[in-house]
């Protein structure tokens, strides 16, 4: 205890000089002035004085400061030894005291002997006798202990001045100060403080704890904070108990109590005593005594019970609760008396306690590694999301500010939690509310954590990060707004489309939140402009919303200038010659008239209490768009994007009420000059084809008939360019382009529509009336048209095409049933032009159709050119090739599961003759799909899939029942309805299908997959999936129609839904329209919004549908509707006509289960419908496309083995069973228990039972010794089981010996031994004598196996083969830890006799001997005798896994893509 205090004895001398320095400024001040006058010295002929003045202390009285003539340590020497040595010794030492005590009766005398001495030279140098320089007597004089302090320095007399020290502190204790601002008590302690050397500690500590007990509550806490200084380490356990015991008393000394022990060195069960103590009064404490509180705890903390302690921690501690209701109380008395100081005083009060809270956390998680990784293991121990609270958002927050080793774990406890719904973002705003204070200063960190988590894949992880960025900026001050614009336009500048959209989607929200500060960063958003060429169309549109509510939503002096910006940007933009900044110029003049004329009739927005436009701001925005439309009226393309801009403008109902009157006037103006001419009035002009008004639902029989003139304008612009006019248009007439006849159109229906309140009866006439083209039927005459004629009419075909898919845009819903009739009757008109614009197709090569969609993101798409190449090959080459039935013609779907769909069909004679060239047509048409043109149709509405509320009558009932025309009319064909479901399915696909799901290749434009959606991306997800939900109805009822059909062709072909008898293109049809209604439904269900709360009425709603299917009644709970709708879906199983419908039905069944808490039930019947799929004979055998079937077949076959109770009985049936059948089978034969299983498919089921096995055995957990034998004997039976398994699959390499089984028999072959060594060698270790039969018995086959896999290795040397030998020495390496492993386990349990080593032979894989002296000398040394007992063939082979994981890891990735290859 010495040797430390004489370590630390400057810091010593610094604290006592602290203490001292107060008593002694005033004392002194007042020595200075009266030292002349009363500076006299003690007179006293007691043995204390002459004592002290012979060993050198000159005591003085009055005011003035004892005077130490000597150094103090020679000081002490003297006095002890004079003590020590006197005559009446030890009866002089009584005598001293007692003239000390005699002395001290006078307070200035006692305040004296409590004061610094002054040292002599100190005088003498003030007085002048020997001058010195300041710095000389600052460096030369040391500080000078009291008196007291010098003598208890001094063992002899330590215990006696420590009695009279306590004796005399009492009658200061109730005192106040004294009027030179000395507080006696306080002055006394300090005596004893930081003492070399403590006589009787014991005796010390019994006196301080009896003087705590008496003083009051002031005096106690100064006190109990003195004693870690006072006290030696020997007194540190006593006072621990003492200061515990009155812990549980005195609840005002918690925190000086605390304070202490947490500079004790104390037993960790008294401090885990005193933890719990603490723990329990935690939830009352006040909240300014928090942070001492919380200090002690974390101090307390061990490895060992860190995580116990925080979790209980961040269950008592709420600090919602602690800060919440101060907070309100301020909040109410401000708004009562404009702030009270008393209430703005306790607020900062509050508000310094947390932080200082926090700083004390913040220092525990930096500097202690345990404790930062107990509180995240704390955190994400919590599995439900109520148990979270602000404090657990706040700890993630600080930890990551904090400590740079724990980000990625905070990041990846964050997903998580995000994933799982347990953090939302009400948790979050509370956290941001409640301590912002706190979260302020970590700012950099917390935009540092939210660009992380926008780099995320999931959607969920985006939306977080996003809310991060939105709270910061809402909650913190202007320097930190800053950063969080400048770190969001960073990311709309990266070129990540997710980045952008969702930093584009803040930012948008910040404006709503807070306009004014974000006028003040829109010179950051500005500089955006300059990256235009990186973002999407609805990006743009975004960003110039932004901008434009920036200036114009207020007159304010600070938006002036953002306001003359924006008009300098779009008129450049318009005027430029670059055609795609002329675009972006359409689009941002249009969205920011979009704000310059907002309607604001109904809304309390910026623009409150103006209903319409005053002439000033309509003359702006008048002459804005007569800017736009004069810049764009020279480009069909660039005046076709402002028509749809305008549109979407019109749809979103934003536009006031005079501005909407000019633009629909203007509109229907233009289009009736431009598009709309009398019916009897035929174009005359040189035209190559004979023009005819066709496609008209109604005969006129008046001159008041009208057509759409699109041949002759097409005709204009086409030839024209070859020279001359060809037509006798008039000149003004020049720029009508065709190409803007859809888009035009659907500005005036939707102009029309909001003016007439949804009534399109002005412009009815649209819907019936024909259309000015030629025969477009291509018979003979096709092959007698030159190239630009054909060109031609296939351009006239898809205009047509894009007028009609308008037409049924605009008419969809409307309510007469002569209305719904002809809607009907164009979406044939649709069905028969697509099948002719197919044969035009498969014989035009690079043939470029007119634009449809003028996005930015279709400048760059190209039509598939190599369509007709392939049609033109196909039909050159197919004497040699396969045919295909003229029914998959427009069937086949971009999904690959749609496709194998539809390429099933008998096959043709390979002799043709005349009748069969229809076939012949149709069967180049295989070649051509229009989903490759998918870019240059125009986008359907969402709206108009109200038309699946008509009912489904298929073609053979009509022809049966002979329903009369008018019937036939406005009822919904299954062709009709296919077409329906396809656009539905891949609108659902592109808006709620998560980006990652379907990842666009590398060398496509990112926009690509937005092609021909920019209207249904101006939607939300949330809204597409209620459109959806609300055709839930409609389409269940397709769908038991269906089935309803297929089951009838089960009846009528005797069991079999594909029979002889069936119809082969109405049977792909409704396949068809079957697997389209599983994927909407699946795509649906898959969707995550579902996760978020605010869309859990989304899915009730869903699932409350097909609940109803089955039963009708009141609303059910979710968990009953769940099992309702998984009941429902099952029950279609039995009329599943395709695989691929097989595949959907399943992952949909599996989405329903997921959401459902009775999970293990319906995993057992997803497992028996799977391996209903597997054993059914399917139509084709599915050979046509192998590649897309093998992914299927494994997806399948992977979802069985994954939710079936037993999968090493699965895999013992498959292989056990089912490959002995197909071995003994016909060539092109199946099993007779597995159709699915062929020579075709088997190496995929070989693969994944290979990898299914892997992975359960992984799954087997280690034995233990501690275990006990029941579980030790089902472990012992599992792996007998999986090892059967393993050795049924090794040896089917002898008879199915392709290079592709091969390499999954090297790779998991390797992975299973690995394995066997790591989870099943320490469970054979303590097993061997209680089940050695069972034991040789694994081991003897698994020999067998290993021998197998030494051979294969062989026969990968000797072919050579890259692909397979690369998997030989980690396998040959595996094989080594085996005989070692086999070795060490015989050796444990006294059996090391039975086990030898020998050379084995290198062998092919029919066993034959490789004669090969290279690769025997390669294999000598790990090979193993088989003449050995049965005991040593079981000891040799045996798995393990204490191999390098890193390389294993290595090998497994870089054979992923070899597996799929497979």
């Known amino acids: 205890m010495v040797s430390k205090r004489r370590l630390s004895k400057s810091d010593d001398k610094e604290n006592l000089v602290e203490d001292a320095s107060k008593a002694k400024k005033q004392p002194l001040s007042k020595k200075t002035k009266k030292s002349h006058v009363h500076n006299e010295i003690e007179e006293n002929d007691s043995v204390f004085v002459e004592l002290l003045k012979t060993s050198g202390i000159i005591l003085k009285t009055g005011a003035s400061q004892n005077q130490l003539a000597v150094d103090q340590i020679v000081f002490q020497k003297k006095l002890f030894q004079m003590l020590r040595k006197h005559p009446s010794y030890p009866k002089i030492i009584e005598e001293f005291i007692s003239g000390l005590e005699s002395y001290i009766e006078d307070q200035d005398c006692f305040r004296n002997c409590l004061l610094s001495c002054e040292r002599l030279q100190d005088e003498e140098a003030r007085c002048g006798e020997e001058p010195q320089s300041c710095a000389d007597i600052h460096m030369g004089t040391p500080y000078s202990k009291s008196l007291i302090k010098l003598l208890l320095g001094i063992d002899l007399l330590q215990p006696a001045v420590i009695k009279i020290l306590f004796e005399k502190l009492p009658e200061f204790l109730f005192e106040n100060e004294n009027s030179d601002g000395l507080n006696m008590p306080r002055l006394i302690i300090s005596q004893l403080k930081w003492l070399d050397k403590i006589v009787d500690g014991k005796d010390l500590t019994s006196k301080f704890m009896q003087l705590i007990s008496i003083a009051p509550v002031p005096m106690q806490h100064d006190f109990i904070t003195s004693l870690p200084e006072i006290l030696g380490d020997s007194q540190h356990a006593e006072v621990g108990k003492e200061l515990s015991d009155l812990l549980m008393t005195s609840t005002p000394l918690t925190v000086p109590i605390l304070d202490v022990l947490s500079s004790l060195q104390l037993d960790p069960k008294l401090l885990s005593k005193v933890r719990q103590l603490v723990m329990g009064k935690l939830s009352a404490v006040r909240l300014e005594d928090l942070p001492v509180i919380i200090k002690f705890i974390l101090h307390a903390l061990t490895t060992t019970d860190a995580v116990e302690v925080i979790s209980e921690l961040r269950e008592k501690l709420d600090l919602q609760h602690c800060i919440l209701p101060s907070q309100l109380q301020a909040s109410q008395s401000k708004l009562k008396s404009k702030g009270k100081i008393s209430s703005s005083n306790q607020e900062k009060s509050n508000l310094d306690s947390v932080i200082l809270l926090f700083d004390v956390i913040k220092s525990a998680v930096r500097y202690e590694k345990t404790i930062s990784e107990a509180w995240i293991k704390a955190i994400e121990n919590t599995a439900s999301g109520s148990d979270h609270k602000t404090l657990d958002v706040a700890m993630l927050l600080v930890i990551y500010s904090t400590n740079t080793q724990t980000k990625k774990s905070i990041e990846r406890v964050l997903r998580n939690k995000v994933r799982s719904g347990c953090i939302q973002e009400q948790l979050l705003q509370s956290t941001f509310y409640i301590l912002s204070s706190v979260l302020k200063d970590i700012c950099p960190s917390i935009l540092l954590l939210a660009q992380t988590l926008l780099h995320s894949l999931d959607q969920s992880v985006i939306s977080f990060g996003s809310l991060l960025y939105k709270y910061t900026f809402k909650f913190f001050d202007t320097y930190c707004q800053q950063e969080v614009v400048g770190a969001l336009v960073s990311h709309i ?305 898809f205009l047509t095409l894009n007028w009609f898919r308008e037409i049924v845009n605009a008419f969809c819903q409307q309510t007469s049933p002569e209305m719904k009739g002809k809607v009907l009757t164009r979406l044939k008109h649709i069905m028969e032009l697509q099948k002719i614009l197919e044969e035009y197709l498969a014989v035009i090569p690079n043939y470029v159709p007119p634009l449809a969609n003028f996005d930015l993101e279709t400048l760059d798409v190209t039509p598939p050119t190599s369509t007709a190449a392939s049609a033109k090959i196909s039909q050159t080459g197919k004497k040699g090739g396969r045919k295909r039935k003229a029914d998959d013609s427009k069937l086949s779907s971009p999904d690959t599961l749609s496709k194998e769909g539809s390429s ?146 089960v009846a009528e072909n005797h069991g079999v839904v594909d029979g002889s008898g069936t119809k082969v293109r109405e049977y792909h049809i409704m396949s068809s329209c079957y697997q389209r209604l599983l994927q909407i439904f699946h795509g649906l269900f898959a969707w995550s919004g579902f996760l978020h709360p605010e869309n859990h009425n989304l899915l009730s709603s869903a699932l409350e549908v097909l609940a109803s299917r089955l039963e009708l009644g009141e609303q059910q709970p979710l968990e009953e509707m769940l099992s309702q709708s998984f009941h429902y879906l099952q029950n279609f199983h039995s009329s599943i006509p395709t695989f691929q419908c097989a595949l959907y039905l399943i992952r949909l069944l599996m989405i329903i289960s997921e959401k459902s808490t009775a999970a293990p039930q319906k995993r057992e019947k997803i497992a028996s419908l799977a391996r209903q799929f597997l054993c059914r004979v399917w139509r084709g055998g599915e050979k046509e496309k192998s590649n897309i079937c093998n992914d299927q077949l494994r997806s399948l076959l992977c979802i069985y083995l994954g939710h079936t109770d037993s999968v090493l009985k699965a895999i013992e049936e498959i292989a056990g069973i089912g490959v002995p059948e197909l071995i003994n089978s016909p060539k092109d034969a199946s099993s007779s228990t597995f159709p699915t299983l062929t020579r075709h498919t088997f190496v995929i089921f070989f693969h994944v039972m290979m990898a299914e096995l892997e992975k359960t055995v992984k799954s087997i957990q280690a034995g233990t010794a501690a275990d006990s034998q029941q579980v ?116 444990l349990n006294n059996c090391r006799e039975a086990f030898w080593l020998g050379n084995l032979k290198n062998r092919d894989l029919q066993g034959e001997e490789i004669m090969s002296q290279n690769s025997q000398e390669s294999t000598a040394d790990e090979s193993e005798d088989d003449t050995s007992s049965q005991v040593s063939k079981s000891k040799e082979k045996e798995d393990g896994e204490e191999d390098d994981e890193s390389d294993g890891e290595k090998e497994q990735d870089s054979d992923e893509g070899d597996d799929n290859s497979d």
């Open 904 to 1049: 099933e069909g008998d096959p043709t004679p390979s002799d043709r003759s005349q009748m069969e060239k229809g076939f012949t047509g149709k069967e180049e048409k295989i070649s051509v799909s229009l989903q490759n043109y998918h870019a240059f149709f125009r986008e359907l509405d969402i709206e108009v899939f109200s038309i699946l509320h008509c009912g489904l009558v298929t073609k053979s009932t009509l022809d049966t029942e002979m329903h009369t025309e008018a019937r036939e009319v406005v009822q919904l064909g299954p062709p009709e309805l296919l077409f329906l479901l396809e656009d539905l399915s891949q609108k659902l696909e592109n808006m709620l299908t998560p980006s990652a799901a379907r990842r666009v290749p590398f060398f496509k434009s990112k926009g690509s997959r937005n092609v021909g959606f920019s209207h249904l991306r101006q939607r939300s997800a949330q809204d597409i999936a209620h459109c959806i939900i609300q055709l839930l109805t409609p389409m269940c009822n397709h769908l038991e129609n269906i089935h309803n059909y297929f089951q009838c062709l």
């Open 493 to 797: 500048c990266s070129g990540n489309d997710a980045e952008v959209d969702t930093a584009l989607d803040v930012l948008l929200e910040l404006v709503v939140l807070n306009l004014s500060a974000m006028r003040l960063n829109a010179v950051f958003v500005k500089g955006i402009l300059d990256y235009l060429d990186k973002l999407s169309p609805q990006q743009i549109r975004k960003l110039f919303y932004i901008l434009s509510t920036l200036a114009f939503s207020k007159k304010h002096a600070a938006s002036s200038h953002i306001e003359d910006d924006m008009h300098l940007v779009i008129r450049k933009q318009l005027s430029s010659t670059i055609f795609k900044y002329k675009l972006i110029g359409i689009i941002g003049a249009v969205t920011m008239v979009s704000i310059m004329a907002v309607d604001s009739s109904g809304s309390s927005s910026f623009t409150q209490g103006r209903t319409d436009l005053n002439n000033e701001q309509c003359t702006q925005v008048t002459s804005l768009l007569q800017l736009v439309h004069s810049c764009s009226e020279q480009s069909p393309q660039a005046c076709a994007l402002y028509y749809d801009e305008f549109a979407n403008l019109i749809q979103g109902g934003k536009l006031a009420p005079k501005a909407q009157e000019w633009v629909g006037q203007t509109v229907f103006n233009n289009f009736q000059d431009a598009f709309v001419v009398d019916l009897d009035v035929i174009p005359e002009g040189d035209y190559p084809f004979p023009v005819k008004a066709l496609y008209g639902l109604e005969e006129y029989n008046s001159r008041d008939g009208i057509a759409i003139n699109l041949l002759p304008l097409l005709f204009s612009q086409d030839f024209a360019e070859d020279g001359g006019r060809m037509t006798s248009q008039e000149s003004d007439q020049k720029l009508v382009s065709p190409l803007c006849l859809a888009s035009c159109f659907r500005l005036l229906r939707l102009c029309v529509e909001k003016q007439h309140n949804g009534s399109l009866e002005e412009i009815d006439g649209l819907l019936d009336c024909p259309i000015f083209l030629t025969d477009l039927e291509p018979g003979e005459r096709m092959q007698s048209m030159s190239v630009k004629e054909q060109s031609f009419v296939c351009s006239l075909i």
């Open 1272 to 1387: 030790h004997e089902e472990k012992l039976l599992h792996w007998n089981m999986a090892v059967r398994d393993f050795s049924i699959l090794i040896n089917l390499i002898k008879v199915f010996d392709s290079r592709p089984v091969l390499h999954v028999c090297l790779k998991y072959g390797r992975q299973f031994v690995e394995t066997f060594l790591k989870q099943c060698m320490p469970l054979l270790d303590f097993s061997f004598r209680k089940h050695r039969e069972d034991v040789l018995s694994l081991l003897e086959t698994l020999q067998l196996d290993t021998r197998l896999l030494h051979h294969l290795c062989g026969h990968s040397k000797i072919h050579q083969d890259m692909r397979l030998t690369k998997h030989v020495p980690l396998l040959k390496k595996t094989l080594e830890l085996l005989v070692c492993r086999v070795k060490a386990m015989l050796i």
